[in-house]
């Protein structure tokens, strides 16, 4: 996991202090924004002192929540979203002619300012428990042991029974390493390659595919894509993808604006379709060529969206062969 950053636990006390200025300013005035932003007074005015009550109350959360804020992350994704329909509301309301334009500039101190701080919060939480390095035990998180190459060479046993070691030391293995099971791009890297069988095939190359699924959701992925033949090592807590130095993905290279674009392309376009996240959606894929237990060459992949990162390890591999996939 990574480490505690020291900031959000300012962010949300000063969240938490903003509620309890704002919201007692409402509770003891009541009358006083309307005034100055020339609006008419409320015939109620206790339902907006009891808004301001609320506002209140809710910067106890914020305090509680600044002591382990992806603990209490609850608190924060409804802070988040308060924040987020307070403009909603704001907008539809002074659209339609109910408060005036001139109201707009209270959100620039109430709401919108806070979006990127709870969102990172949020970010980082998902990003935390995603990590399948960590396990929740009585309620704090312990950190698994990392393998070694060799380790993870040796202890990684695919669905022919074999280890990568003993599978490498009889031919050249092209493992391929896949995002998690529902990723539209590790779809495509399936298909691409059943198309180029032959040309993996004749270099004497064996893919084995490692993907955070179970043995049986392999078989069916495999299967789909006419590729049951080929090995498949499960490997759900990702020890494998660490040992081969696979990082997690930047939030540039999960929804960066290739991503996005190829995803449309990939999903919608070519039609392999969405599906659930099932693994470590931040987790990046890659390719390798392995002989005799040793990295031959290797190709991480760039971002969610390079589907194929074997690719260049193929052709690369092609010495007198005039073949290119």
Same mark, same amino acid.
């Given at each position: 996991?990574?480490?505690?950053?020291?900031?959000?636990?300012?962010?949300?006390?000063?969240?938490?202090?903003?509620?309890?200025?704002?919201?007692?300013?409402?509770?003891?005035?009541?009358?006083?924004?309307?005034?100055?932003?020339?609006?008419?007074?409320?015939?109620?005015?206790?339902?907006?002192?009891?808004?301001?009550?609320?506002?209140?109350?809710?910067?106890?959360?914020?305090?509680?929540?600044?002591?382990?804020?992806?603990?209490?992350?609850?608190?924060?994704?409804?802070?988040?979203?308060?924040?987020?329909?307070?403009?909603?509301?704001?907008?539809?309301?002074?659209?339609?002619?109910?408060?005036?334009?001139?109201?707009?500039?209270?959100?620039?101190?109430?709401?919108?300012?806070?979006?990127?701080?709870?969102?990172?919060?949020?970010?980082?939480?998902?990003?935390?428990?995603?990590?399948?390095?960590?396990?929740?035990?009585?309620?704090?998180?312990?950190?698994?042991?990392?393998?070694?190459?060799?380790?993870?060479?040796?202890?990684?046993?695919?669905?022919?029974?074999?280890?990568?070691?003993?599978?490498?030391?009889?031919?050249?293995?092209?493992?391929?390493?896949?995002?998690?099971?529902?990723?539209?791009?590790?779809?495509?890297?399936?298909?691409?390659?059943?198309?180029?069988?032959?040309?993996?095939?004749?270099?004497?190359?064996?893919?084995?595919?490692?993907?955070?699924?179970?043995?049986?959701?392999?078989?069916?992925?495999?299967?789909?894509?006419?590729?049951?033949?080929?090995?498949?090592?499960?490997?759900?807590?990702?020890?494998?993808?660490?040992?081969?130095?696979?990082? !997690? $993905?930047?939030?540039? *290279? %999960?929804? /960066?604006?290739?991503?996005?674009?190829? =995803?449309? +392309?990939?999903?919608?376009?070519?039609?392999?379709?969405?599906?659930?996240? !099932? $693994?470590?959606?931040? *987790? %990046?894929? /890659?390719?390798?060529?392995?002989?005799? =237990?040793? +990295?031959?060459?290797?190709?991480?992949?760039?971002?969610?969206?390079?589907?194929?990162?074997?690719?260049?390890?193929?052709?690369?591999?092609?010495?007198?062969?005039?073949?290119?996939?």
């Amino acid at each position: 996991m990574t480490p505690e950053p020291g900031w959000p636990k300012y962010a949300l006390r000063l969240a938490a202090i903003h509620n309890w200025l704002w919201g007692t300013w409402v509770i003891l005035r009541p009358n006083q924004l309307f005034d100055l932003m020339g609006m008419d007074r409320p015939n109620h005015p206790w339902i907006w002192q009891s808004v301001g009550m609320l506002v209140a109350v809710f910067g106890i959360g914020y305090w509680l929540a600044a002591s382990d804020f992806r603990r209490h992350w609850p608190i924060v994704l409804m802070g988040l979203i308060g924040k987020m329909l307070g403009p909603v509301g704001f907008f539809q309301s002074a659209i339609t002619g109910q408060v005036p334009w001139s109201l707009g500039p209270l959100l620039l101190i109430q709401d919108i300012p806070w979006w990127f701080p709870l969102g990172s919060m949020l970010y980082m939480t998902f990003r935390d428990h995603s990590d399948p390095k960590s396990r929740t035990e009585n309620g704090s998180l312990t950190e698994l042991t990392d393998w070694t190459l060799e380790q993870a060479n040796a202890l990684a046993i695919a669905t022919n029974g074999k280890s990568i070691a003993e599978m490498s030391a009889q031919q050249d293995v092209l493992l391929v390493f896949l995002r998690h099971a529902g990723c539209t791009f590790c779809r495509e890297t399936l298909d691409e390659l059943r198309s180029t069988r032959s040309t993996w095939s004749g270099l004497g190359m064996l893919p084995v595919v490692v993907h955070m699924g179970s043995d049986e959701e392999s078989r069916g992925m495999m299967q789909r894509f006419d590729l049951a033949d080929l090995p498949t090592i499960s490997d759900p807590d990702c020890r494998l993808f660490r040992a081969y130095q696979l990082p !997690r $993905g930047s939030i540039s *290279q %999960l929804f /960066g604006w290739n991503v996005w674009v190829r =995803g449309f +392309i990939v999903a919608i376009v070519k039609g392999y379709g969405f599906g659930k996240i !099932r $693994g470590d959606g931040f *987790q %990046l894929s /890659g390719a390798f060529l392995v002989r005799h =237990g040793k +990295i031959i060459k290797g190709n991480p992949s760039k971002d969610a969206a390079d589907s194929c990162p074997w690719k260049p390890i193929v052709n690369e591999s092609i010495s007198s062969k005039s073949i290119s996939v």
